[in-house]
């Protein structure tokens, strides 16, 4: 069994390289790029941010995330996972600092040469842990103490960097990050408060800007690197406009920032005591709860946000990757590090597929750091006090806290008591004393609180929303004049004699000629369209249907349907496509972004009889507009009930059993809501709930367990850069459905950025967890 797991450890390319295929490689390889490029524009200066609170250098934290990515991506067990700094060590990692270093009466290398001692110890440790299968018990930590130690040091961090932000460090009898920066809360907090007087007005202004412009431009998108935005322009104005400000900058306290990074660091053994043989005991295994836990904790979330089907992490080679990260990264200049949460939803939500990501991201972080490196030394302290201001912000969980206080009331006094001693006593003692009190007492104390069940009755009565749903006055049919029509007539006239609309303009655009097309031309085009379209439309069944011909030419196919569709007053185009050709895809995404027409998308190969309709719906006016028109498109195709699939995500890392069925039910109530006021034809509803981070990953595969004939959603359009921005599952789904798609567009034409960003609130979106 063992030889089996170092066997497993040590193959490179295992299960988690399974989605990058022959197939999918240039696709796959690009999204994980694109992936790799955004974390890293992120991290960089989160992890200067780190680095410079844990009383190490800035060029460290750059060197540790760029290498822990790396090492983790090749030995650990997670597909998606992002290694790099954490905010849970860093009252760790100062103490060790202070405790060894200047302020003890050591050195620097003395105390960075310790810190990379205990950290290989901690790295041996947790490869035995992996290679023993023991990864699964690092589970069994309760949620109450997870969710107590995030807060304890969300605390610490918040308050122990306070200084940075108030400016105090302008000052010769402050400056540095000495003690007084890394030292205990208590006397942080007390040094902050005793000296307000000296309070730079300006480094607040800088340090709370800094805050708010990350803070929300990550509400916006996640494809904003913010904290490098946030950074570089607090810098900008703090180097021009507050020049003369005494705003204390990096280069202040650390000098120049170099760009080789590279720099071994051997481990420094000191004078042996009961002391240090203590403390090196002590600073091992809590780098090893903190890598074990938090690295898990993360594994776990990833494959939710990723919506993982196929393999899912291996807790025990993700230990024996965790080993391996505290033991080369602090080796190599660096310090110990292991799953960051933010970075990883962050990648996630970005694109990543496969391990590759995280290659990518070290590389370019590297890279990125080596241009800008002699820029860092401009930044403001108070920018890195704003940047950790945030993480400690993002780690405090709202919904995680509330969870644990309706479990039970044992479970509410273990977080709050970690909560509390983490930042009164020391890290470790806080979380072994509440893990001792918790193996002690969890028999008689542990036992959950019963919630009621609610059962909602799901009903269809409402009002109508449109005149005329699951019908049309105009349908536009764009053919190629060849072989490949044949589908799309076919499929046209069925949905003729469904009664869909009764006019059909078929339309050809051919490329632009050196002189204009002559009459007998264009008529002789009509006639072939008119001949082929014959042979699928019978007059005598499909009644009252007329049938229209149009030749136009132009060098853009898409400004010339565009054009034609403003024209002719038509509500719908119907667009084929085959299965080994994009254009036709992109060309029905450009045409539901852009016109006032619905899109009807109709691949290759696909039945003309429809018998399942499944509608994705998010509780908004135009998915109840599509809810409408698919129980309108129903009714005339003779069915007596559709499928309503929503689509949600419960973002809290840490969830009991309880409050997973609670938010079931929240759903179903909302759905119940939002059902009252439509007009479902006489048609039954069936709600459909899936928990997915990734919405057209999850209703394609839906749609195929389903086995779905047609999907109809709305559409409110959007421009390119919104959906560059921001997305459109509409757009994905178009992308990549493999069956027939219909974007129903009752709500405008185009949306632009601002309109978009208003219509979704985004200022109430919440951003990335830290960890």
């Not at 619905?598 to 309709?613: H, L, N, Q």
């Amino acid at each position: 069994m063992i030889l089996q797991r170092l066997k497993l450890f040590n193959t490179f390319f295992d299960s988690r390289w399974e989605d990058l295929t022959r197939e999918t490689w240039i696709q796959t390889t690009y999204r994980d790029f694109s992936a790799g490029l955004i974390v890293a524009l992120t991290a960089i200066p989160m992890a200067m941010g780190f680095s410079m609170a844990m009383g190490l250098r800035p060029e460290q934290g750059i060197i540790a995330g760029a290498l822990a990515c790396a090492v983790g991506r090749t030995w650990g067990g997670s597909k998606y996972q992002v290694y790099g700094p954490t905010a849970a060590f860093i009252p760790l990692i100062a103490g060790l600092m202070a405790k060894y270093g200047e302020a003890g009466g050591g050195t620097f290398p003395e105390a960075h040469g310790f810190l990379v001692l205990v950290s290989i110890i901690a790295g041996v440790i947790l490869m035995l842990m992996g290679v023993f299968g023991l990864g699964k018990y690092a589970k069994l930590v309760p949620n109450s103490i997870v969710v107590g130690f995030t807060v304890g040091i969300a605390a610490v961090i918040a308050l122990t960097n306070v200084e940075d932000i108030l400016g105090l460090e302008n000052f010769k009898d402050l400056l540095g990050q000495d003690e007084n920066i890394t030292g205990g809360f208590v006397h942080n907090v007390t040094l902050a408060f005793s000296n307000l007087n000296l309070i730079n007005g300006w480094s607040v202004l800088i340090g709370l800007g800094t805050f708010v412009l990350t803070k929300y431009l990550l509400r916006v998108s996640v494809f904003i690197p913010a904290p490098l935005i946030a950074i570089a322009t607090s810098t900008v104005v703090a180097a021009t406009l507050l020049g003369d400000k005494g705003i204390i900058v990096v280069g202040d306290i650390y000098g120049s920032i170099p760009n080789h990074f590279f720099v071994f660091t051997p481990p420094v053994l000191p004078g042996m005591t009961s002391g240090v043989i203590i403390d090196i005991i002590y600073f091992a295994l809590a780098i090893v709860f903190v890598s074990g836990v938090e690295s898990l904790l993360c594994s776990s979330m990833a494959d939710r946000l990723a919506d993982n089907r196929k393999t899912p992490f291996n807790p025990d080679k993700e230990f024996w990757g965790q080993g391996l990260v505290q033991i080369i990264v602090p080796l190599v200049n660096g310090f110990p590090c292991t799953g960051a949460l933010a970075r990883t939803a962050t990648s996630i939500k970005a694109g990543a597929v496969t391990p590759l990501a995280g290659y990518f991201k070290a590389i370019l972080k590297l890279a990125l750091a080596y241009y800008i490196a002699s820029y860092l030394e401009l930044v403001p302290m108070a920018c890195i006090g704003g940047i950790l201001l945030w993480v400690a912000s993002n780690m405090f969980k709202p919904a995680e806290i509330k969870e644990v206080l309706k479990h039970n009331k044992f479970h509410a006094s273990l977080m709050l008591y970690t909560a509390i001693m983490v930042p009164m006593t020391d890290f470790l003692t806080g979380v072994l004393s509440a893990l001792i009190l918790y193996a002690v007492l969890f028999k008689f104390l542990d036992k959950p609180v019963k919630r009621e069940e609610h059962l909602v009755e799901i009903t269809g009565e409402a009002q109508k929303i449109m005149a005329s749903p699951g019908q049309f006055n105009c349908v536009t049919v764009p053919l190629s004049m060849t072989d490949e029509d044949a589908e799309l007539l076919h499929y046209a006239s069925t949905l003729a004699a469904r009664d869909i609309a009764k006019k059909f303009h078929f339309v050809h655009v051919i490329p632009p000629q050196k002189q204009p097309m002559r009459p007998k031309q264009e008529e002789s085009i009509k006639r072939r369209i008119y001949e082929e379209v014959e042979k699928y439309f019978d007059a005598a069944a499909i009644e009252g249907v007329t049938l229209s011909a149009h030749v136009m030419s132009g060098a853009s196919r898409l400004d010339k349907l565009i054009e034609y569709t403003v024209t002719s007053n038509s509500d719908l185009i119907l667009l084929g496509h085959r299965k080994s050709r994009t254009g036709q895809r992109s060309l029905g995404r450009r045409l539901a972004m852009v016109t006032n027409a619905s899109v009807w998308m109709v691949p290759e190969d696909t039945a003309r009889d429809i018998k399942r309709i499944m509608v994705p719906i998010d509780f908004s006016q135009p998915s109840a507009d599509s809810l409408s028109q698919a129980t309108a498109l129903a009714k005339l195709h003779g069915l007596s009930e559709i499928t309503a699939v929503h689509v949600y995500f419960d973002d809290s890392t840490v969830r009991y059993e309880e409050h997973i069925s609670e938010i079931k039910w929240h759903e179903v109530h909302a759905f119940e809501e939002f059902l009252s006021s439509i007009d479902t034809h006489g048609i039954t509803i069936k709600p459909d709930f899936v928990e997915s981070s990734i919405p057209a990953k999850a209703i394609l595969r839906r749609a195929k367990e389903l086995e779905a004939d047609l999907i109809v959603m709305s559409t409110r359009g959007h421009s390119n850069a919104v959906t560059i921005l921001l997305g459109s599952v509409t757009s994905e789904l178009m992308a990549d459905s493999p069956i027939p798609i219909v974007a129903i567009k009752h709500f405008g034409d185009k949306l632009g950025l601002f309109d978009t960003l208003i219509a979704n609130r985004f200022w109430e979106h919440s951003e990335p967890k830290t960890s």
